[in-house]
């Protein structure tokens, strides 16, 4: 049976309200964290926890923003997000603490622990890795590449998977180049899925912004979706 838990911990003062989901008759699973996009902590990535927790993994759908708070507009959501975006080490600090309140949670198997991130999300996941966490691989859905303004190079401990649409307005093909440069000096396993006629937000269904090129695509979501699977089989075994 699977059982749902809403999780609190803090970064500094900010009260964050995680989301998680595991099977009760298993001692030890592995953990995956999930990242949310510009949006919040809402529907969608409690829903992949569950989905995870199906597969035989905890799933944690963690909270960026502190107390679950959602954007309902794009306004909103901009409010949101700016704040760390501008602020990479806070940024940083809020996913570590998401991490290092899963590690200590009794069902967590804390030396098999992955995460992944949608948009805003991937760009989170990624920056827990370049920060040297035990993470031991981390998936970026339609995420954001650049590396902090004077960031460190420190080696990668985990494994990196990158799922990209190639018409991505946000991230550019040249960002890629630059990502994979990054990776090798960091001398991280590292991969790259790029998808053609795909546009940002590929995976998140309902995405329909021509003005932002925001657009959910269908296959794009399913081939991504496979290949997220067996790279945590992979990572997670």
Same mark, same amino acid.
């Given at each position: 049976m699977i059982v749902t838990e809403q999780i609190e911990?803090?970064?500094g003062d900010v009260l964050c309200r995680g989301f998680l989901a595991y099977q009760n008759n298993v001692s030890k699973q592995p953990g995956v964290m999930i990242a949310h996009d510009w949006g919040g902590r809402?529907?969608?990535?409690?829903?992949?926890?569950?989905?995870?927790?199906?597969?035989?993994?905890?799933?944690?759908?963690?909270?960026?923003?502190?107390?679950?708070?959602?954007?309902?507009?794009?306004?909103?959501?901009?409010?949101?997000?700016?704040?760390?975006?501008?602020?990479? %080490?806070m940024l940083l600090a809020r996913i570590a603490a998401a991490y290092n309140k899963l590690c200590y949670v009794p069902q967590i198997d804390k030396d098999k622990i992955a995460a992944i991130g949608y948009c805003f999300g991937g760009l989170c996941v990624l920056d827990l890795a370049r920060s040297g966490a035990d993470v031991k691989g981390v998936v970026s859905f339609h995420g954001r590449l650049t590396a902090p303004e004077g960031a460190v190079n420190n080696l990668?401990?985990?494994?990196?998977?990158?799922?990209?649409?190639?018409?991505?307005?946000?991230?550019?093909?040249?960002?890629?180049?630059?990502?994979?440069?990054?990776?090798?000096a960091r001398e991280a396993d590292w991969q790259v899925h790029m998808y053609g006629?795909?546009?940002? %937000?590929?995976?998140?269904?309902?995405?329909n912004d021509?003005?932002?090129?925001?657009?959910?695509?269908?296959?794009?979501?399913?081939?991504?979706?496979? %290949?997220?699977?067996t790279f945590l089989q992979e990572v997670l075994s």
């Open positions: 911990y803090y970064e809402g529907n969608f990535v409690c829903d992949k926890a569950l989905e995870f927790a199906e597969m035989g993994y905890a799933g944690f759908a963690i909270d960026m923003y502190g107390q679950a708070q959602l954007g309902h507009d794009k306004v909103e959501k901009r409010a949101l997000l700016t704040p760390l975006m501008e602020n990479r %080490s990668v401990k985990g494994k990196i998977l990158v799922l990209h649409g190639y018409d991505d307005p946000i991230v550019r093909p040249e960002q890629i180049e630059q990502f994979a440069i990054e990776m090798n006629l795909t546009q940002h %937000s590929f995976a998140i269904p309902g995405a021509d003005e932002m090129g925001l657009h959910y695509d269908p296959k794009a979501d399913r081939r991504s979706w496979e %290949s997220t699977v």
